[in-house]
């Protein structure tokens, strides 16, 4: 006959001094059916984890979780990996043959296991699945080491989800090398870019990589120099200026992305006077109305006031400093009286005008304006002569 307590009466107490050795605990797992197996992985890993203990009945518990990790029946495994995934108390090394099993015993594992180490981790990224560096990727967290393992080894969706979990350490170096491995890929590009904080190193290499969209994201969401974010909303407002002659021009959209402006600061005197000299006029207007707090339709007839004190009155009102209203003064004298000609280069032309006009006939720019200017203009006559 034989006196061994059973896996019930050992994990619940009432088991004597005398403890279970591995073969026990081997024939005794061999008899039941997968389905009992795998009913009692669950009730053995809810004790393991829910219940105070002594030594014996740990001791105990950790022999028959051993065993059942090494159970010719993946079910079996997996519900062992599901009900012991968060626990703290889990053996390692059973940890580790968890997490190097087939996805759908190690997923469970490889998601939130605090047990394994860093070094556990980068190993798995060598030599594991894609589901399963997607599952590393997606922990609460990810430290440096297994990030950059990541982004070495892994692929596209994997590294998508590295760059879109807020947990994962990411320093400058591992987001620029993101940027070498998929700098055309959207599916990384979109979580990289709303990712909360972005070194400006990083933010201004995505500048030229991203879509139109995510980089107005990048203007308005993160601190880019002064000239780089001019120059992304002036290019992000391209298409609206080759069609504002045409009358097309899509209202509500150019009104949220003056609003989105103002409220991280970028909306600034310098940017207004910047857009009048690429010509686009509806930002202008849309802005000053924005910032003057007047109508669309009234800061438009304003602005264009045959007289000079609608565009004086709308300024002020807008709070705008005095010495740059000659400049947007200059700016839309020219663009009145320079209409595109319709012949090959005519916008850079015709912005060439507004800029070269500014400069001999206004002198009180900002250093910084200036340049950038002067920036512009080069970069003009370089695509007329193109």
């Keep these: 006959m034989n006196n061994h307590p059973t896996a019930g009466?050992?994990?619940?107490?009432?088991?004597?001094?005398?403890?279970?050795?591995?073969?026990?605990?081997?024939?005794?797992?061999?008899?039941?059916?997968?389905?009992?197996?795998?009913?009692?992985a669950v009730k053995v890993a809810q004790q393991f984890t829910g219940?105070?203990?002594?030594?014996?009945?740990?001791?105990?518990?950790?022999?028959?979780?051993?065993?059942?990790?090494?159970?010719?029946?993946?079910?079996?495994?997996?519900?062992?990996?599901?009900?012991?995934?968060?626990?703290?108390?889990?053996?390692?090394?059973?940890?580790?043959?968890?997490?190097?099993?087939?996805?759908a015993v190690a997923i469970p594992v490889l998601s939130v296991s605090t047990v394994l180490t860093d070094a556990d981790l980068v190993e798995i990224v060598r030599t594991?699945?894609?589901?399963?560096?997607?599952?590393?990727?997606?922990?609460?967290?990810?430290?440096?080491?297994?990030?950059?393992?990541?982004?070495?080894?892994?692929?596209?969706?994997?590294?998508?989800?590295?760059?879109?979990?807020?947990?994962?350490?990411?320093?400058?170096?591992?987001?620029?090398?993101?940027?070498?491995?998929?700098?055309?890929?959207?599916?990384?590009?979109?979580?990289?870019?709303?990712?909360?904080?972005l070194p400006i190193t990083i933010a201004e290499r995505l500048v030229a990589v991203v879509s139109e969209t995510l980089r107005q994201h990048l203007v308005t969401n993160h601190e880019l120099p002064a000239k780089v974010a001019a120059d992304l909303i002036l290019q992000s407002r391209e298409r609206a200026t080759v069609s504002l002659f045409s009358g097309e021009n899509d209202e509500g959209a150019l009104e949220r992305l003056?609003?989105?402006?103002?409220?991280?600061?970028?909306?600034?005197?310098?940017?207004?006077?910047r857009a009048l000299c690429v010509g686009d006029v509806a930002f202008f207007e849309t802005a000053m109305s924005y910032m003057g707090n007047v109508p669309l339709t009234n800061a438009r007839l304003l602005i264009h006031d045959a007289g000079r004190l609608g565009l004086k009155s709308i300024y002020d009102k807008a709070k705008l400093p005095p010495a740059l209203l000659p400049a947007c003064r200059i700016a839309l004298d020219v663009l009145k009286e320079t209409p595109y000609d319709g012949e090959a280069h005519d916008i850079e032309r015709h912005r060439r005008r507004v800029i070269e006009r500014i400069l001999t006939q206004y002198e009180d720019l900002a250093a910084e304006d200036l340049d950038?200017?002067?920036a512009k203009l080069g970069d003009l006559m370089v695509a007329e002569a193109a």
């Design 51 to 103: 219940a105070a203990l002594s030594d014996a009945e740990r001791k105990l518990a950790e022999d028959i979780i051993r065993v059942m990790a090494r159970d010719a029946v993946v079910r079996v495994r997996q519900s062992l990996a599901e009900n012991l995934k968060a626990s703290p108390s889990l053996p390692r090394d059973v940890a580790l043959t968890l997490a190097r099993d087939v996805e």
């Design 258 to 273: 003056v609003a989105q402006l103002s409220r991280t600061g970028r909306l600034t005197s310098s940017l207004l006077v």
């Design 372 to 374: 950038y200017l002067l």
């Design 128 to 197: 594991g699945t894609d589901a399963k560096h997607t599952a590393i990727a997606q922990r609460p967290a990810v430290p440096a080491s297994v990030a950059d393992a990541l982004i070495e080894t892994a692929s596209e969706g994997a590294v998508a989800a590295l760059v879109a979990n807020s947990g994962a350490e990411l320093g400058e170096k591992s987001l620029g090398r993101v940027i070498d491995r998929f700098a055309g890929s959207e599916a990384v590009g979109d979580p990289l870019v709303h990712r909360t904080k």
């Design 9 to 40: 009466q050992a994990i619940g107490g009432q088991v004597s001094g005398d403890r279970l050795t591995k073969e026990d605990v081997a024939r005794l797992l061999s008899d039941p059916s997968p389905n009992g197996r795998s009913e009692l």
